[in-house]
């Protein structure tokens, strides 16, 4: 009987009686890598302005995640604006301040089943303010 291992091993070899070897692919991950790293090099950096927080005194990271001021080119932390406004309201036990959008918050009240009503409106950011802002972030992106 013949060994299984040999049988194998005939058949992977070449009519000469030496072993075939495939030939080989171009690795395509690597050359998506490289192609990845030579466009990231294409495009520059965005520099993200990083003003200080009026309310707090750090730097803002993110400043698509701040909020203007009343003061021109003053920005705050979007939590230092959500405390500021809980401190200002005097909250009740069941109440809290949520962001509704458009630079406006809300005093919400919920009830034992989960409902939730508001309670007051409070425009924080100018709808002027907050359209110049967001065209200034998106121009930032470009």
């Known amino acids: 009987m013949e060994n299984k291992g040999q049988q194998n091993s005939f058949k992977k070899a070449g ?3 030496t072993k075939r070897r495939k030939a080989r692919r171009p690795n395509r991950q ?3 890598l490289k192609e990845r790293k030579r466009s990231k090099k294409e495009f520059p950096t965005i520099m993200e302005p990083l003003p200080k927080c009026s ?3 750090k730097t803002i990271e993110n400043i698509a995640e ?3 001021e009343v003061e021109p080119n003053t920005f705050s932390h979007f939590d230092c604006v959500l405390q500021k ?6 909250l009740g036990e069941n109440q809290k301040v949520s962001y509704i959008g458009k630079g406006i918050f809300a005093v919400v009240e919920s009830d034992n ?3 939730f009503q508001f309670i007051k409106k409070i425009v924080y950011e100018e709808p002027e303010k907050f359209e110049a ?3 200034y972030v998106e121009e930032l992106k470009k």
Do not use: H, R
């Open 30 to 32: 690597n050359s998506e």
């Open 85 to 90: 406004i809980a401190k200002q309201e005097n």
């Open 113 to 115: 089943k989960g409902n």
């Open 66 to 68: 701040a909020i203007t």
């Open 133 to 135: 802002m967001k065209l």
């Open 15 to 17: 009519k000469d009686g």
């Open 55 to 57: 309310l707090c005194g």
